[in-house]
């Protein structure tokens, strides 16, 4: 298979691309251009057409707009255009298969307007709920358009388009017209007899993590509203395509799937007849689309000329291409940009099948919600997991950073499978000798690559501060919940502190996040614990944080609760951190909310955890955790505190050993150590030996 050369679309115009199966098919040098700007000559243009694929074995490439329906029935009232082509098809060779590469980078961003404002849009609805009320119509899809300038690059604005949702997309050169569709929707598919109708009706926004993907997806399938959308169209489609089906061939396969795209779920139902109809008859009979019309066909689309105040054009039209041997396919040109090049506007449609018990707030939403793959730039990204091998143990946690991989993987659609994924483990640490930090990366093409660093404990940590981020995360972003190398969120917390204090150094060690409900998540490179009335917590994911993979350890053996936990909430706190990148796997840093909780207890909980020094905070409400462990240990402690800071990083280093092995000369080292402890500082509660003695044991 080939790539694509670079395409420059001034040099080189009438270039078509058509995605066909996992493949693209690319029609360049047309033989013959048919293009018709009047209703009364698109029958004969479309018969000419199939005259001459078949003649000369040729295949025609192209679209019709959505104002080409009343060519089929004068009944279907549509906007007149004067300057869009109702049709326009190119007659090529037979077409290349190719592969496109990804976009090298994101296009310009651009400065959608809406054609209709919300109140229009709330008028619009209340008129059709009255049309509804009054038996003239079912369903009304309705629609608006985002209109922009455009002066960039319409071949890499399609491959940006594209690069997540194309399984019907077309990109058409026209010379001043450009079409960029990323159509996900199967208008009609023929292949010899057999003629297959996929309709796509009822829409549920994403979940952030798999388990609620699963529930929305669940959703979508069980809403009534979703399934009285859904077979309402596959009953007018059942309708128009028995007009020219063999009698009793008509079946509906399948009701009410699924189908997940980056940003939303989709309904669709498939509809299958068996036809010898020519392609003008089955234009005829079918178009323009029941899913992007409504019902009864007429009535509806009399009342969207009404509503709707400009042209669709090639929006809810339709792309795809006729070859030899009655082989043909059209998509739904749904998720389409157009681009005038002479012009330099861009335009691109939305909209939803509003029925009786539509909600206005949430259609408009929905409409909304179709609009972000042009509206908000998909960043491009790989899946990552960082891990420690060691001679002992190999890799540590192995099992759950391979299944949050996959798991991430199946969420963003990544091809991987976890045979592959094991294979890459096994043959990377063949060489290891010594401990190390591995970075595995998966692409969204199933790429696997690693990093492999040496891995050395830092001995006597310092004292490392924290600072509360200075804006809340949107617990609502799906990179929360996945490990990617999109770190946006996580740069900007950084950022926003180091204009006064540098990360990393011994001023402040990270930044601590919350949501916009006022809840801590984690912090920018690990998950939080929080020490509460003698109990362990740690946020909960839906707040808007990654699932680590010690998090979930703790989770696991009770060592750790789940909790909401508010930026104001009590009085004295302890915080552990579990980082999992970096040096810093696994250290536990104690934390107190003021001088006088650090004073009763400086504890070392977590067992098998390497600990590295300690975080300490005055005052949350201000954000500015940090500054002052030492000074408070020292007022507790008064001249035992060196003392206490060289046994701290000998019990340290005594925990960093294979612990995990329960070795009964480990267990009497330590508890060895914490009566030395406990005689050189006998202020320390007797909670804290008593905790460390059950832990170690």
């Known amino acids: 298979m080939d790539k694509i050369k670079p395409y420059n679309h001034l040099s080189d115009p009438y270039n078509i691309f058509l ?28 018969n000419e057409i199939e005259g ?75 008129k059709i709920k009255a049309y509804i009320a009054n038996a003239q119509t079912y369903q009304v899809n309705y629609t608006l358009r985002l209109l922009a300038e455009f002066k960039g690059d319409p071949w890499n604005f399609f491959r940006y388009l594209t690069q997540f949702q194309n399984q019907n997309a077309g990109y058409i050169d026209t010379g001043r017209y ?31 993590t798999t388990a609620e993907d699963r529930k929305q997806a669940q959703l979508l399938k069980e809403s009534e509203k979703n399934q009285a959308e859904n077979v309402m169209i596959v009953d007018m489609i059942r309708n128009d395509i028995g007009r020219i089906a063999k009698v009793g061939s008509v ?46 066909k007429v009535s509806t689309m009399r009342i969207i000329k009404e509503l709707e105040t400009t042209p669709r054009r090639i929006y809810t039209g339709s792309i795809g291409y006729i070859g030899p041997n009655r082989k043909a396919k059209f998509n739904v040109a749904i998720r389409t940009a157009l681009i005038d090049l002479e012009n330099q506007i861009v335009e691109y449609g939305v909209g939803g099948g509003i029925v009786w018990d539509s909600i206005i707030k949430e259609e408009y939403a929905e409409a909304i919600l179709k609009a972000r793959v042009v509206t908000e730039q998909t ?82 940590q310092p004292v490392l501060n924290i600072y509360l981020a200075k804006d809340f995360v949107n617990s609502s972003n799906i990179f929360l919940f996945h490990k990617t190398t999109h770190r946006v969120v996580y740069t900007n917390a950084q950022d926003a502190i180091e204009k006064d204090i540098k990360i990393g150094t011994n001023e402040i060690f990270d930044v601590l996040l919350y949501n916009e409900n006022e809840e801590l998540t984690e912090f920018t490179v690990g998950n939080l614990v929080v020490e509460i009335s003698g109990k362990l917590y740690t946020p909960p994911v839906n707040c808007g944080l990654l699932p680590g993979t010690f998090r979930a350890l703790l989770l696991e053996t009770n060592k750790v609760l789940e909790k909401v936990i508010k930026i104001k909430q009590g009085i004295s706190w302890e915080m552990a951190a579990t980082f999992e990148d970096n040096s810093l796997d696994f250290i536990f840093i104690d934390c107190d909310h003021n001088y006088a909780s650090i004073k009763k207890d400086i504890s070392a909980y977590l067992p098998k955890l390497r600990i ?50 329960r070795r009964p000369e480990i267990e009497e080292e330590f508890l060895k150590e914490l009566e ?12 804290l030996w008593q905790r460390l003695k059950e832990l170690i044991r």
Request: hydrophobic share 35%.
């Open 612 to 661: 590295g020094g300690m975080i300490s905070g005055h005052d949350f409400r201000e954000a500015a955790i940090g500054n002052g462990v030492k000074q408070a240990v020292q007022e507790a402690f008064g001249k035992s505190f060196e003392v206490f800071n060289d046994v701290w990083y000998k019990v340290s280093g005594i925990l960093n050993q294979q612990v995990e092995q």
């Open 52 to 126: 001459l694929v078949n003649k000369n074995n040729w295949y025609a490439a192209g679209f019709l707009s959505y104002e080409a329906a009343s060519a089929f029935d004068s009944a279907l009232q549509i906007h007149t255009d004067t300057d869009f082509p109702l049709l326009w098809f190119g007659l090529y060779e037979k077409p290349q298969i190719i592969s496109l590469e990804s976009p090298t980078s994101q296009f310009e961003e651009l400065n959608w307007e809406l054609s209709v404002d919300r109140k229009t849009y709330k008028l619009a609805l209340k």
């Open 379 to 460: 960043p491009k990204f790989s899946l990552f997991e960082t891990m420690y091998w060691s001679p002992e143990k190999g890799y540590f946690l192995r099992n759950k950073h391979v299944a949050r991989l996959l798991d991430s993987a199946h969420y963003f659609n990544f091809d991987i499978s976890k045979q592959d994924l094991e294979k890459l483990l096994d043959h990377i640490s063949l060489k290891f000798k010594t401990p190390q930090r591995i970075k595995l990366l998966l692409d969204k093409f199933g790429r696997l690559t690693s990093e492999i660093k040496s891995y050395q404990y830092k001995e006597n």
């Open 251 to 296: 079946q509906v396969p399948d009701l009410f799937s699924t189908e997940q795209y980056f940003t939303l779920w989709q309904m669709t139902s498939t509809i299958t007849a068996k036809t010898n109809s020519p392609i003008s008859d089955i234009f005829s009979a079918l178009f323009p689309p029941a899913s992007i019309t409504g019902a009864p």
């Open 178 to 208: 450009v079409i960029c569709s990323a159509s996900p929707e199967l208008f009609f598919q023929l292949e010899g007899e057999t003629l297959t109708c996929r309709p796509m009706k009822g829409t549920r926004e994403r979940g952030r």
């Open 676 to 687: 030395e402890m406990k005689e050189d500082i006998p202020r320390v509660t007797k909670s």
């Open 19 to 46: 995605k066909e199966e996992e493949n693209w098919l690319h029609f360049t040098n047309p033989q013959q251009l048919i293009s018709v700007d009047k209703t009364e000559d698109i029958i004969a243009a479309l």
